[in-house]
């Protein structure tokens, strides 16, 4: 099947590497193939390209170049923030917060975490998936070194006061270290880690047009924090392994591109989303959005919308409009392939039919308002099929 047919609605989970950027790629896998450890004329060219990639990506982070490490993935730059940072201040303290809507690269580290002794909480969220800040601040004591807060979730698009979570840590332990998984947020909200008080900042590059397989992970240079990654001591001893710069390459293009657009691209993504709402209560319909008012800018991202049809299960209903190759999904694509409910929607104490029954509809800049007229439709067709099976 080819994809001039498809309508692509999971952009949460990837997406579609920009043309641009792939033909970038290819150029330096073909041309400049060089290992950037090298002190020949192709190494010296390869790591060129690297330290051009990793200082774009610091202007569009508003940091320091050598504060940059580029990773193969967000969830290795989650592991190495996290892991690297505990590590490196247990004697300062032991205990450690996360909130209950994270990302599996974040929750997997922090059960390690507790099997090595640290003691870890949960911080709740609200029936919107929003942290409150004096929840976290009265969870935050004196022994406390870490927290980790993501920007945007996954499965809901909640958006979190960072800023105003990183304060209300600080002002109960000023040393505390704060750590937020931006992936959902890079391109779609303002994500610069100096001015929200973030210490570690993770990031991929496959969400924003950009290839799978390369990350980066901001490591604020006043923190103290381990290495976790040993052998030639690339990106500045702080994780070794051959640097992918084709992949590097490419990321900062697609950063770029992600952050000279962010204003239109979000009105844009914003609109597709209010016309999929009203679209939906003129075909009359039921429908429940799971997490916060999809509309309101401030706590909704502009390319997530996460909600249920009552009676009918998500997976059976993600098929159906497979049929009219329309995808869309249950909830994250690092968790939607096992059976167990999503965590995200427990933590908002979804009822378990509701929580079932979730879908995912996740935009980017290059859909447009005739894919949301044809994914109406289906939905609609679907819906009434569905019911009339069961």
Known sequence: MGTDNIIYLDNAATTAVAPEIAEAIKEIMVHNYGNPSSLHGLGLKAANHLRAARTTLASCLGTGEDEIIVTSG?????????????????RKGRHIIYSAIEHPSVIEPMKFL????FEVEVCPVNKHGIVEQPVLADMVRESTILVSIMMVNNE?????????LAKAARTVNQKVYFHSDCVQAFGK???KPRQLGIDMLSLSAHKLHGPKGVGALYLNKGIKWNSLSLGGGQEGGRRSGTANVPGAVGFALAAEN???????DCRHMYSLKEHLLRLLGEQDIPFAVNGPDPLDSLYSAPHILNISFPGIRGEVLMHFLERDHIYISTGSACSSQKTKSSHVLKALNLPG?????????SLSPCNNRQEIVR???????????IRDLV
């Open 74 to 90: 967000a969830s290795e730059a989650n592991n190495l923030a996290l892991l690297g940072a505990a590590l490196a201040n247990q």
């Open 114 to 117: 507790s099997q090595k002794g």
């Open 156 to 164: 809901i698009g909640s958006v979190q006061n960072i800023a105003g």
């Open 189 to 191: 909200v303002m994500v």
């Open 258 to 264: 992600a952050c000279k657009n962010l204003e239109p």
């Open 353 to 361: 039919e509701r929580a079932d029954g979730a879908v995912r509809i």
């Open 375 to 385: 994914l109406v439709e289906s939905l609609s067709r679907a819906v009434s099929q």
